[in-house]
């Protein structure tokens, strides 16, 4: 069992940078393979980057070259660096973690959620 609790949203203008943070509690956080989605008021939940066990990254949209996940097993918590941000990148974040990723896009892959955070993007 893992438990997420993001932070690190807020208010940022356009071109702006945020860093959120994902802190994890319970076993061998090493072991799961983590992301970030983000979803939009009347949007689907969409995937933005993935880390697994073994640091390897993925990240489903080009246009998210902008956005840097990385993890510290030591510290138990998952990064996602967002620099350039847009408007189109106000959402809820949130940080979810699984055993064992099968590679796909859906957030039915991930068994753990934290609670959302928010990032507003003004222009």
């Known amino acids: 069992q893992v438990q997420l609790v993001e932070s690190g949203g807020g208010l940022v203008q356009a071109g702006g940078s945020l860093r959120l943070s994902c802190a994890a509690s319970g076993r061998a956080f090493s072991w799961y393979d983590l992301a970030w989605f983000r979803q939009a008021p009347r949007k689907q939940r969409e995937l933005v980057a993935v880390i697994n066990s073994g640091n390897s990254t993925v990240y489903p949209d080009s246009e998210k070259s902008r956005f840097t996940i990385s993890r510290d097993n030591a510290k138990n918590t998952v990064y996602l660096q967002m620099n350039s941000l847009k408007p189109e990148d106000t959402a809820v974040y949130f940080c979810?973690?699984?055993?064992?990723?099968?590679?796909?896009?859906?957030?039915?892959?991930?068994?753990?959620w934290g609670q959302g955070t928010q990032v507003t993007v003004s222009s």
């Open positions: 979810a973690g699984t055993r064992y990723w099968i590679g796909d896009y859906e957030s039915s892959s991930f068994d753990y």
